[in-house]
């Protein structure tokens, strides 16, 4: 995405909940149906696979939710707000594609987690998968949306993959980063398990077991280059209505294509380094 309309995009979803009174979240983005033309909302049948679309009725501007989609949860507040989201793309190349939706992703999380509320709170959070469903439940947002507002904030530097079993392997179905990160060719879109990680230890038992993972992981970064070392964290997450995995990778900042060297760091001194708090200076999390 061109950095223009981009941040025209992101400026205007800040602009946007500027008009929200509350103080604090959460955040329902209905009040801000009629500031992206939309006149209504309305639970119905919507078309296979979708769980949003908006229509024109009698020259009104309809936002039909599917109706298995229950109010003022997470899963709802994120469709309406993706929903809003994508009402503020301009026609073209950046309002359709990969580069469209996730623009629209970026704007939707703007939405539900403004950053002058959410910034503040997530620098004092536990960068761990209790932390994310805290926040997660706070301003009561769906995981992806929340994990990609955390990144943007620039409070910790890496990425979010998150791996859904498909009929051969676990698949890479959704991915967010750090500003200025690029992913490693290995972790592309529909990747297995297999062409990121050199071991699937710990996503498949987080998958078996539920129970979250952590520890250094060796990755593939790229096709005949040597393994690098990467701090991850594992835990089972709804998504879309499905199972799946999502991997917390943090990388030391300033070393962001290179992630840890290719010499495993101490395991323990790694793991204890991330159980402080995101922000909180020499002090350890509660």
């Known amino acids: 995405m061109e950095a223009p309309s981009g941040g025209r995009v ?21 009040r801000l149906a009629a500031l992206c033309g939309v006149d209504g909302i309305r639970r119905a049948d919507t078309p296979v696979g979708a769980r949003w679309t908006v229509v024109e009725e009698a020259g009104r501007r309809v936002l039909l939710m599917d109706r298995a989609i229950p109010p003022r949860t997470p899963q709802w507040n994120g469709s309406i707000a993706l929903a809003l989201a994508h009402t503020l793309l301009a026609p073209g190349a950046h309002g359709r594609g990969s580069a469209g939706a996730r623009l629209a ?9 403004p950053g002058r509320v959410f910034w503040p709170i997530a620098r004092r959070t536990d960068l761990t998968m209790d932390g994310l469903r805290d926040l997660a439940f706070r301003f009561s947002a769906p995981i992806r949306l929340t994990v990609l507002q955390w990144l943007l904030s620039g409070v910790w530097d890496g990425f979010a993959l998150l791996w859904r079993r498909e009929e051969d392997a676990l698949r890479l179905r959704w991915r967010a980063a750090s500003p200025r990160l690029r992913f490693p060719p290995s972790a592309t879109i529909g990747a297995s398990a297999a062409e990121l990680w050199c071991s699937q230890g710990r996503l498949y038992e987080t998958l078996r077991t539920g129970r979250p993972q952590h520890g250094v992981e060796q990755v593939w970064t790229a096709i005949g280059s040597a393994p690098r070392w990467w701090f991850t964290r594992f835990g089972v ?9 999502l991997a917390l990778v943090v990388l030391e900042r300033g ?9 495993p760091p101490n395991r323990r ?17 509660r």
């Not at 001194?269 to 999390?285: F, I, L, N, P, Q």
């Open 255 to 263: 070393r962001f294509a290179k992630g840890i060297p290719a010499e």
């Open 105 to 113: 992703e970026i704007a939707a999380a703007e939405m539900l987690l």
């Open 269 to 285: 001194a790694a793991a204890g380094s991330h159980r402080h708090r995101v922000g909180a200076r020499g002090r350890r999390a």
């Open 10 to 30: 992101v400026r205007r979803a800040r602009e946007l909940t500027a008009s929200f009174r509350a103080a604090g979240p959460p955040f329902f983005p209905e």
């Open 237 to 245: 997450v709804r998504d879309e209505g499905a199972r799946a995995v």
